[in-house]
């Protein structure tokens, strides 16, 4: 059950109302079983694994809060195991063993099972909370609320990883029905759907189309599809974590916020603040501060950095590019601590302020570039590939676009131009100026922007004869 | 402002007159040249574009040959030649020529520049309504002196130039207006207090009535969009936009039925013939309950006193790939919510129920003539119904066709045979089923039960296989695929029809004469200029319904 589909408005509609028909006590339960049957419309074996995982964190949740045997470690370290292992199996086991064939006579061996939707989402939320435990926060006792937690439906999928403190305090909470959260939810889910129907699935004709045969393309064709693929990455990642948001605030939650403006960047750090900020916080919670965190060596820190960017590749995806394109934004990050002094001195020579507009514009077209250096490893369907992809980049092999050649019509080619430059605004003035909530809280610009994405979904939109709706990318992680 | 940003404006504008009365000082030849690199490299980028893909819907049967646009036929009959041949730019609904769209961007920029120059310049220290009319001035007498001096320079002059620069000119006095009055805003904004505007409060009532104006707006878009979007549709069947255009109450005999019909009934020549006006309210391949669908539709505006079948549809399938066809351009109504219920399913009943799931993404094609007849309509069918084809397929002897064997849904068809009956009974017409002439036919004893079952109806039944050769048919030229008859076949098919019909039937009389009198003479042209054309030949043969 897609976000972008007709069934995923129902089954909204459907769980918003009985939700708040329900007495208050047995709206948590209601929610459980939707989000329960929401998972299994994928494939219902799998609710049984996230079962499994919840009732583990769970357990040693409530085994490290209460020192059972007088170890809170071992309990820790159980957790950690058994999901991780569950993650292993289900998404690095193939990719493992391929890596390791050489060492066996090239025999590979290769389990046939599905990736479960959402897994690694799920299984971070659920160590995530096992940490905060061991950390010293209280444990969950009710496992119904928890596992509620942990299969919330929203952000059961794809995020934003949510953390326990934030999440059971709003499980618990009373949550009277309120006219407003319904009105604020909508304009998310619409703002989503726009994002996700509009623009990302027909940038996905053009990029779909340029990788899928990127010998057949010229450096300029290719360039064009990797600025695509930035902006086709950034709305549909950032329009499920709205209609995520929007879903959720229906039924009076508040998710955190996981995209600010993340192509507004000035370097290549600031990015990672911005995009995916639930997986960035999560890393530098649960990862780089245990390393040390900044508070070490210079080369010990770029090390940590090298490490969490890698395995944040390796979060993403089994497959030697992403953990490639995780090393590379590590790598932009160490060189960037390595060349401060001297981007310093060099400012200072010139007489340069770093804040000035220009210097910011410039600092942004190059961190924009670097981003979309790395999304070419991050896209592209082999090492082979990417490498050939850089090298037509590099060399400049064709400068000539063939607009019949991408996959889409002219007309849609400026369609999406304006669309990425209306979202450029528009995302300022949502995250700089507030906009969503001055919006909600009139009515005629309201109602008029509803209709706005409502048409521009209607003309626009991908959907229809012969139209399967595309999954949001973040789905296979 | 300071001085001098002034003095800079004031250089912008005068070299910006200057370049533009310069360029329009130029012999066209010299312009040519300059402005020839840049559009012979558009014509490249664009030559390389390959031609899109036309929508399968739009193909309702493997038989159809290409089909002519209007445009396209008048530039086969009207040759033009063209000194230069440029490529067209696609824009929207509209294809421009490339060298008319490259030379006239630059000049809407050029002119959108001057406005912005000399806006900025009288609007330096904020909006001043007096200062408008200096502006309107130099809008218009810079384009009035630039139109003057390519006339005088030996050049075209178009007075609609002038409104275009015009226009171009308060394109950028208006962004330098809007950009005065945010500003304005802005600044007041930090100043002044804000006057005590009170916030929105949330009120049920006004959100309920916003909903309903919301869904109202949504159901007017659609309703303005949908007509522009659907593909059009002038032959092979389903011509619903311009029967409905048919003067009311005019038709004498009315034809339905499948490809068959369309295919192989001329009602010019029908009416050359015998005076009758008939209209072929026929479909691709189309079945039983559509066809009884299609005559409680076609009855609302016309009352025909003589209603032919085709009757091979009885041996169609249940769903073919032509129900959508025949569906989509049928007004909307009960029976058509019901067809779209019984015969679809899946996204094709999606797209019947609402349109645009199956049409919207056809923005990015629209032409010149959706956008026309979406908004204006459809006029009159210049052949009522009727398909020309001129195409041939040389016919080597009978051939048995491959038909679905499915007895429940043939049954099916046999109640709504009664349906028909009973309904042109209701309504006093007569009723006559028939079977075409074709080379690729169903089995004798198909043919022979559909005989049989309809006669025993109470219904008039005619196989015209049975007569074959009396209709003088060449099977070297009158066949346009073993299924079809050809524009050849189909005229004396016609004209075997018109002797019976003229004894059996009287022209009402309610014709409009002049309509009439143009189908006929737009029959005789295509058939005149098909006869004088070489014999064209089908590569491929197939037959369908």
Redesign the interface.
Known sequence: MNFNSLSYLVFLTVGVTVCYLLPRRARNGWLLVASYFFYMCWNPKYALLMLFSTAVTFCCGLLTGRRVWGKKKLWLVVSLLLNLSILFFFKYFNFASGLLAPLFAGKAVTLNVLLPVGISFYIFQALGYTIDVYRGAAPETNFFDYALFVSFFPQLVAGPIERSGNMLKQIKADRPFRAENLRDGFLPVLWGLMKKMVIADNVALIVNTVYGAPREHTAAELALATVGFAVQIYCDFSAYTDIARGSAKMLGFSLMENFRRPYAAVSVRDFWRRWHISLSSWFRDYLYIPLGGSHVSKWRRILNLLIVFTISGLWHGAALTFVVWGLLNGVYQAVSLLVDPLRKKWYALLRLKETARLSRACKTLVTFLLINFAWVLFRADTMGDAAFIFRSLFTLRGLSVNIAGLGVSLPTLILLMLCAAALWFADRAIIDKDLARRVNHTLVPRYAIYFLLIALILLFGSYGDGFDPQDFVYFQF | MSRKKQTILYVLIVLNVLFIWCNSMLPAETSNAISDPIISRLDR?IS???E?VVEAQTKPSETEPPKTTESEKQETENPVQKEKKHETV???FFKIRTHRFVRKSAHILEYILLGLWCALLLLRDGIRPARYKFLALTGLFVPLIDETIQFWSGRTSLVGDIWLDLLSFSVGVFVVTAGSYLSNRKNRKHTEKKPGRR??E?S?K??LA??V??LA??VL??GA?LPVLTPKRHDYGSVWGMYEKEPKNSVDVLVLGSSLAYCDIVPAVLYEKTGLTSFVMAGPEQTFPVTYRYLKQALKTQSPRFVMVEATGLLFGKTNRSVKVNLTYMPYNLDRLSATMTETAG??RA?LLFP??????R???LTAEDLRKGVLGYDTDPMAGYTFLDEITVIDGFSPRDLPDEPDTYLENLSFVEKIRDLCAEKGIRLYFFLSPYASRPEDGDRAKIMKDVTDRGIMFKDFNGSFDSFGFDLKTDFYDPAHLNYRGAVKFTEYLADRLKANITPSGKADAALWKKRVSRFSELRAAADAAPPRYKQTTDNNG
């Open positions: 980028a390389e574009k390959e899109p696609s824009l929207f916030p929105y949330f049920l006004k959100e916003a909903g104006c919301l707006a949504l878009l659609c969009a996204s094709e797209g645009m799931y199956a049409y919207h993404d923005w990015d094609e």
